[in-house]
Each structure stands twice: as C-alpha cells, then as structure tokens.
C-alpha cells in the first residue's frame, strides 16, 4: 500500500489560499520597496490595491509575474526565442528536467512563456534554503513553486526526499500539473552541466513497477536553456576564489538573495529556450529491465544530459571563450569577429571590477569566467558527434 503524504508544509499555494496570503505578504514593509524596486514606473499603493483583487494563481502569475519577467527582458533588450512546443501536447503533464543557469529566471522564464502562449504553467521546485524570509517563501509559492528541503538531520533530509519524490510523481501521473526540476542541487558554477544522479534516484523511490517503467511514467522532456551572458557570472567566479581560498567557505542567506536579484534584473543578452519530446523512447532502447538501480541512473542521467548538450544554442562569445581558454585563434573569423573578441574581453573585464574581495586573484576569475562561456561549447560539440 503506499504511503499517504501530508504536503502541507512544501506544496504551492492554492487559488482558495491566495487571498489571505496576499493579504498577509502585504503588511510586510518591506514588499513596498520591493515592488517600488521591481516596478520604478508605478505607484506601489497601486500594485498593492491591484494584489489585493487577485483571487487565483493564475491571476497573479499573468498580472504580476509574467508582465515583471517580460518587461525586464525587454528593458534589456533580451530577444527571447522559445522553441519546440509545438511537439508538446496540452493534453499530457510532463516533468521538466533543465540545466540550471539562474536561481529563479530559469524556471520564471519558462513559466512566463507558458503563460503568454496560452499554455498551464508548471510547478517549480525550489530549495527551502532560498526562503530567507516569509514573504519570500509566500511569493514563491503563490508563484507554483514547492519547496526542497535542503537542511536537517539525515532523517529528515531522508524523509523530504521520499516526500518530495512522491509530489513530483502524484502531480505527473494523476495529470495534475507539469513540473520543473533542475537537473541538479544548485547551478552549475562552470556551467558544465551534469545531471546528478542523486536527482534521479529521488525520483525513483515513488516507482511502484519496475524501475525502467518509473521512469517513464514520468514523461521527463529535458530542456536546453541558453542566456548569452550569464548577470551572476561575476558572483559565481566571486564563490570559486572564496572557496580555493578558504575551504570552509558558505555562502550566506545575504548572498543568495543578491544571487536572486542579480538574476532577475541583470542582462541575459538573448535567451534560448529548446523543448524537447519526452525521453521514453530512448528509455525504451537503452534501459534493460535487468540493469541494476546504478546503471539504470547512469544510462539515464547521460540520456538527459545528451539531450540538453546538443540543443544549446552557440553564440559567438562561446566560441571567444573557447580560444582564449585554449590561447588559440581557431574560430576568429569562422565563428566571431575581431570586434566580437574585443567586445567580450571588455565584458569580462568589467565583471572583475565587480568582484569585491580584498585579495582579487584577477587571472584565476579571468579563467573561470572565460571556462563558464566555453564549458557549452565543449559540451555541445561532443554531443553533436554522437
């Protein structure tokens, strides 16, 4: 018999529940700021007027989130290119596996598209460690977000992975939403992007047949996401030198509210985002019935992970970033221009006048951000040769 779950205290917010937490995030003195903040061109007694009409999620995504997300884009002048939903289906619920560039634009996008194009929006995962504050953890959740649990004793850590493997799967297969996962804890800082396995055996643990057939009942369809530039890049390579010079090193609440922030306001150049059709076909092919628990996550995690490589999109810069990593000029003039070059260096240059550490080892952030633009590039020529 499986085991009932009280969801409670990780699931999104439902229409019913909008309301009252409105009206509750609202009396925080902060979120005036925040939306003087998120929206300079508008009175923030009027926006809160406006939140206290919204009765459903759907209301408040389209009103709120959607038209923040886009018009942020569009100051930015992102062009974002949205492709292969046409070879979806309105009908099914799919679990969404993506790499993982920007804490909350990866999937804020996503939804935003979804909810332009007249599609449902997904449910998001989320780590709890985000919610440094209640009216951050009420806005992500009125936003169809559900929380990770990502602190706690190796019980407890235990307990939310089984809870979270079943919220995941009831949502899919009872056809009740579509839900995004990243393909692992955490961005990829290098942006060398592998999906852990530790993701998929969560996953597995709600299988009740056989394990090859869990993982098709999912219907996970990898999505390739690409920003031209990546606005937290600078912080990231900021993290890399705090952690080589101090082993001990965490990031703090502090930081990952800035990492947010960052993300959501800085520029991202163009944006790609490649849908693709659920991965059950080549389960099908690769998966035996007989494999083990390790190489069924194995063969599974390089199904995704070929998946999301070959449909990056490329930009020049990547190909910059590659023949400075490698001191060549192989692709100058096949791939970018002189100019392309100049204007990236100057990029990067800037970034590391951001970084404010006191011993600023400038050729190490110099590497590490020219290895965060060229990582998808090595990944996806390695995958198209396949």
């Known amino acids: 018999m499986e085991k009932e779950f009280n969801f409670d205290d990780m699931r999104s917010y439902t229409d019913e529940e909008m309301n009252d937490v409105i009206l509750r995030t609202i009396e925080n003195p902060e979120i005036k700021e925040i939306l003087k903040f998120a929206y300079p061109d508008k009175d923030p007694d009027f926006l809160i007027e406006r939140l206290k009409q919204i009765r459903t ?3 408040f995504q389209h009103q709120f989130i959607a038209s923040l997300i886009l018009s942020i884009q569009k100051k930015n002048k992102s062009h974002i ?18 790499n993982h560039r920007d804490i909350i634009m990866d999937a804020g996008i996503l939804n935003s598209m979804f909810d332009i194009l007249g599609w449902e929006t997904s449910e998001i995962a989320i ?36 809870k979270l493997s079943a919220y995941i799967r009831q949502n899919i297969t009872e056809m009740k939403n579509s839900v995004w996962i990243a393909q692992r804890e955490g961005r990829a800082k290098d942006s060398n992007d592998c999906t852990q396995e530790s993701l998929l055996k969560m996953l597995s643990v709600s299988s009740v047949g056989s394990l090859k057939q869990g993982f098709i009942d999912l219907n996970i369809a990898p999505i390739s996401i690409s920003y031209e530039y990546d606005s937290c890049d600078y912080l990231k390579a900021k993290e890399f030198q705090q952690k080589r010079d101090d082993e001990n090193y965490q990031k703090s609440k502090e930081d990952d509210i800035l990492n947010m922030k960052v993300g959501i306001f800085g520029n991202k150049g163009d944006i790609y985002y490649e849908l693709t059709t659920p991965i059950n076909e080549e389960i099908e092919e690769l998966v035996n ?4 628990r390790p190489t069924v996550l194995n063969k599974l995690a390089q199904i995704i992970d070929h998946r999301i ?7 020049p810069i990547n190909y910059v970033a590659l023949d400075l990593l490698n001191k060549t000029e192989e692709n ?32 190490f952030l110099q590497e590490k951000l020219w290895l965060m633009y060229a990582n998808p590039l090595k990944n996806y020529l390695e995958a198209i040769k396949k």
């Open 289 to 292: 019935e007989e494999d083990n």
């Open 332 to 363: 100058l003039n096949v791939h970018y221009t002189e100019k392309e070059k100049k204007d990236f260096e100057k990029y990067i240059s800037q970034q590391i006048d951001k970084i404010d550490l006191p011993n600023k080892d400038i050729p």
């Open 127 to 162: 780590g709890d460690n985000l919610c440094a504050k209640q009216w951050i953890s009420d806005s992500l959740r009125m936003n169809r977000c559900f929380l990770v649990k990502r602190s706690g004793t190796k019980r407890e850590l235990f307990d939310a992975f089984v």
């Open 57 to 59: 999620v759907q209301e």
């Open 81 to 98: 290119q949205f492709n292969g939903l046409d070879s979806l289906s309105k009908n099914k619920k799919y679990l969404f596996i993506s």
């Open 309 to 315: 490589h070959k449909n990056y999109h490329i930009f």
